[in-house]
């Protein structure tokens, strides 16, 4: 294309769903409808997070807001959001939020053939000091949805349809991956549109940056010791990794995607399964990282093939660049040979 055909060829969110449909000719749209709730409700936490801090300023935040409701906290009202979105869509199941200790199973009369795990708003501790946060989700098919149960969604992340996240920074992009390939989605604000920025992102094999929370060193194992110690004072002669840790999953992960390198977030002797929750953390992050050529591990296994037994169950993981995993994949191997 010209240059000036490109910028008229808008390539929505809902046409790229639209063409990955047409790649399943059994395919009936109900994926599309659900991703264009799934979207909208992006577009909400996108208006809402970019106001958070002037509803601050002029007061609407803590007790009562000039309607006098009560002001919600945001990942609250994102919530919220999100659920009535996805279950109005008339295409959900079962619904598993990191904002709700139960699982939520959409009345029959409404129920589609998908099950949605996500977290509305990952990170949310940020919000007060500007940093970017997030929304991760990933998406399974229910087995019968007259038979729905939580074994629906107790499933390893390799039976995942689709994964992806919405970042909440200097623009708003929506990262998505529905099983070919990794694409993102700028929100252009004057359109209320994602459109397709980044097609068919592929994570550089090997990165010069690791993420981690060193503040956790001294609880760390052997292997994770090992590799950062590798990062900082490489025994190769190689130059010494950056460290860049944001603190907020979405944006590390998104730094890792395009730029390369390892994100981790190890187990430790206080948190032996650390930190992040497989089924709307580690899960649709490390399809992300497989589907745009990476990889992802959990010091014992590949990411995607951790069966969970509860839904808020946690994982640790490292994630990102292939070769980068690679090398503390082998030190764990190692370990567990000795
Ligand atoms: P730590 C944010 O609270 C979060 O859930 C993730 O977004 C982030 O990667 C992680 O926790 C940060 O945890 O222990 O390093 O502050």
Known sequence: HSADAQRTDLMT????????????????????????????????????????????????????????????????????????????SGRTCILVSEEDEEATFVDPSLRGRYCVVFDPLDGSSNIDCGVSIGTIFGIYMVRDKNEASLYDVLQPGNQMLAAGYCLYGSSCMLVLSTGSGVNGFTLDPSLGEFILTHPDIKIPKKGKIYSVNEGNAQNWDEPTSKYVENCKYPKDGSSPKSLRYVGSMVADVHRTLLYGGIFLYPADNKSPDGKLRVLYEVFPMSFLMEQAGGQAFTGKQRALDLVPTKIHQRSPIFLGSYDDVEEIKALYVKEAKA
């Open 13 to 88: 969110i809902t046409r790229h769903v639209l063409n990955e449909q047409s790649k399943h000719p059994e395919a009936r749209g109900d994926f599309t409808i659900l991703m264009s709730n799934l979207v909208l409700g992006c577009k909400f936490v996108c208006s809402a997070v970019n106001k958070a801090g002037l509803a601050k300023l002029i007061g609407l935040a803590g007790d009562t807001n000039v309607q006098g409701e009560e002001q919600k906290k945001l990942d609250v009202l994102s919530n919220e959001v999100f659920v009535k979105a996805l279950t109005s």
